[in-house]
Structures are given as structure tokens and as C-alpha cells.
């Protein structure tokens, strides 16, 4: 892999990290907003948020840089046992 490209997965990698940052700090501050108004907007921010790291990760799929796996049934049946027992 060459530097230019190495340059350019690290800063995807690193645009979907603060996407997914700032997602997460427009959920948590939507869920204690007394404000429908305000909690709307933060969600509509939230969305637009997630959307652009879905981007950002398809464009990483796009250029093989990540890979989108699927978990098997019996993955999904264990971890939903564990957190069912809890």
C-alpha cells in the first residue's frame, strides 16, 4: 500500500470515527432534552450524522479497505444468551 493511500484510509477511518462521535453525542443529549423542539433537531442531526458516516463506510467498502461481515445464526444466538441471562 502506498503512503497516498494509506493517508486516505486513515483519514476515512478517522471522518467515520468523529461521525459516529458526534452521533452519539446528539442521541445522548436528544434523550435528556425536556424540549420536543430541541430533541427534534438533535435527532435530525443524528440522522444526518449517520448518514454521512454510512458514507464514509461504503467508500471504504468501495475502495476494499473494510468488509462488511455478517454474523452466523449460532453468533447472533450466543450473544443474544448472554444478554438475556443478565
Known amino acids: 500500500m502506498s503512503v497516498p493511500q494509506s493517508r486516505d484510509r486513515e483519514m476515512l477511518e478517522d471522518a467515520a470515527f468523529c461521525q459516529q ?6 442521541c445522548q443529549c436528544a434523550g435528556g432534552s425536556n424540549s420536543p423542539v430541541l430533541m427534534g433537531e438533535l435527532l435530525d442531526l443524528l440522522q444526518e450524522e449517520q448518514q454521512i458516516r454510512r458514507e464514509l463506510l ?14 452466523s445464526p ?13
Open 21 to 26: 462521535a458526534a452521533a452519539e453525542g446528539y
Open 58 to 71: 461504503q467508500e471504504l467498502e468501495k475502495r476494499g479497505w473494510r468488509e462488511e461481515s455478517s454474523a
Open 74 to 86: 449460532e453468533q447472533i444466538r450466543r450473544v443474544y444468551q448472554q444478554f438475556s441471562e443478565n
